[in-house]
């Protein structure tokens, strides 16, 4: 099977822009988490999806906010965007959410100047 | 609230040594502890877990123990190699299940 995918890679953005990044499950897989890795804080919790529904939300401003699609895919999107939100995403899959065990994509790895 | 504190941040040990890596966790109904592995540039992987009605698992060189009354669970590396140089975290799934709280990691390096 193919692992989890994510795009872009790589992004370079400006304050107050607003971003969009994309990850695709592994096939099966209906659960799909963000995350936001940082230096400073580690890997933190910012939400979970599952069957296109919001689950489980970690403590981020409501300028973060994600998607997921009915083939599994989500997205997060990241509103007027701070120098702070620099920041390796990392999205992870599992078949079910909860106890099971999370495949981590590569991440996205974003810039804000 | 939630949180799973881990120690050390840095750990350096020669080649053939063994390296642990130690994680407490504050919400006594977690039941899933997983631990991962993240190299250079890439997200991190699952090399290890164990769930709260184990005491031990093993897998080649690699250990976890989990001590529930204590709230605590540790990664044991036998026979280190320098591939073995990385940051691990440690994971506990909290009440609900829903979201996963990951320890700060520890930057391990394996001297030749």
């Known amino acids: 099977k193919a692992g989890v995918t994510q795009t872009p890679r790589y992004l370079i953005k400006t304050r107050g822009q607003q971003v969009t990044l994309s990850c695709s499950p592994i096939?099966?897989?209906?659960?799909v988490s963000w995350y936001q890795q940082t230096p400073g804080q580690g890997l933190q919790f910012l939400f979970e999806?599952?069957?296109?529904?919001?689950?489980n939300k970690g403590n981020f401003p409501g300028r973060f906010s994600g998607r997921q699609f009915s083939n599994s895919r989500s997205e997060m999107n990241v509103s007027t965007l701070e120098l702070g939100d620099s920041a390796l995403y990392l999205c992870?899959?599992?078949?079910?959410?909860?106890?099971?065990?999370?495949?981590f994509g590569p991440g996205t790895r974003l810039t804000v100047l | 609230g939630e949180n799973v504190e881990q120690h050390p941040s840095t750990l350096s040990v020669q080649e053939g040594d063994s390296a642990v890596i130690k994680c407490t966790y504050s919400?006594?109904?977690?039941?899933?502890f997983p631990w991962y592995k993240q190299e250079l540039g890439k997200g991190p992987q699952l090399i290890i877990d164990?769930?709260?009605?184990?005491g031990e698992k093993k897998d080649q060189r690699i250990a976890v123990t989990l001590n529930k009354t204590a709230k605590h669970f540790s990664l044991h590396i036998t026979e280190t190699q320098p591939e073995d140089s990385a940051v691990y975290f440690c994971a506990a799934s909290m009440t609900g299940g829903f979201k996963t709280i990951f320890g700060a990691g520890t930057r391990l390096f394996v001297k030749a």
């Open positions: 164990i769930r709260s009605n184990v």
């Open positions: 096939s099966g897989h209906r659960s």
């Open positions: 992870a899959s599992n078949p079910t959410g909860g106890k099971d065990t999370q495949y």
């Open positions: 919400d006594s109904a977690s039941n899933y």
């Open positions: 999806y599952f069957s296109e529904t919001q689950r």
